[in-house]
């Protein structure tokens, strides 16, 4: 994917934003700086597509924080030949950010109408390796576990057991947990049958929420 519209607004973004803020790998630096995010949210709000903030995308869901979309790639330590399993695909934008970092991203979203967007913005953006499935991310994506690195883009009180089944061995799984005002981002490593979970920082995410929206 090359992009070159508004890519001194990303550079800009990258460093004041982002490696500022003490994101090193280089990958998804770079991975940063190519992904249009200006492509993924409405024209309404084009102009603040490089700010420093989350954005509104439609169905009350938000784009999240290009910051922390950085530090969750981060996080997840991609080198490049992972399965990534997202719950949560919104915009696309991270999905985008990640499809770049490792081999096959599958990605699941319970708004049709989120999805579906999503989908053609990065069919727009000639990225073929992520696969789209309309569903309730509490699942996770059983038929193609397991997973190198799972994703979540929303807050669930605490990480459901199916995720944790679907990571495999050494496996990272990324996740904001909690209620909206006491959320924490934290990691979980999969090392057989031991979970070992480190708190990263608190966020504030839209909460999971169960069933499927086909609007
Ligand atoms: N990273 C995304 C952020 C999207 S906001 C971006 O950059 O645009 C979080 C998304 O999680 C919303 O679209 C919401 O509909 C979705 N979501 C919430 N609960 C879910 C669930 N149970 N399964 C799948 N997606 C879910």
Not at 172 to 194: D, K, S, W, Y
Request: hydrophobic share 45%.
């Amino acid at each position: 994917m090359t992009c070159e519209e508004r890519k001194d607004e990303r550079d800009v973004m990258v460093w004041s934003q982002i490696a500022a803020r003490g994101v090193r790998d280089r990958r998804v630096l770079e991975a940063m700086r190519a992904v249009p995010r200006h492509l993924f949210i409405p024209q309404s709000y084009s102009a603040e597509a490089y700010d420093d903030y989350p954005l509104p995308i439609g169905s009350g869901q938000t784009i999240s924080q290009p910051y922390i979309v950085a530090f969750m790639a981060e996080a997840l330590a991609l080198k490049g030949s992972e399965r990534v399993l997202e719950i949560g695909t919104g915009s696309g934008y991270q999905t985008a950010v990640l499809s770049l970092l490792a081999q096959e991203i599958y990605t699941v979203e319970r708004i049709a109408v989120l999805l579906e967007r999503a989908r053609a913005t990065l069919a727009s953006l000639k990225i073929d390796n992520v696969e789209f499935r309309l569903g309730d991310g509490f699942y996770g994506w059983e038929e193609e576990a397991p997973f190198d690195a799972i994703v979540l883009s929303a807050a669930p009180s605490d990480i459901p057991n199916a995720m944790l089944r679907q990571l495999a061995d050494g496996g990272r799984l990324v996740a904001p947990v909690g209620p909206l005002g006491a959320q924490t981002l934290v990691r979980t490593t999969r090392r057989g049958a031991h979970f070992d979970t480190e708190a990263l920082f608190d966020v504030a995410f839209v909460p999971m929420r169960h069933g499927v929206s086909d609007i």
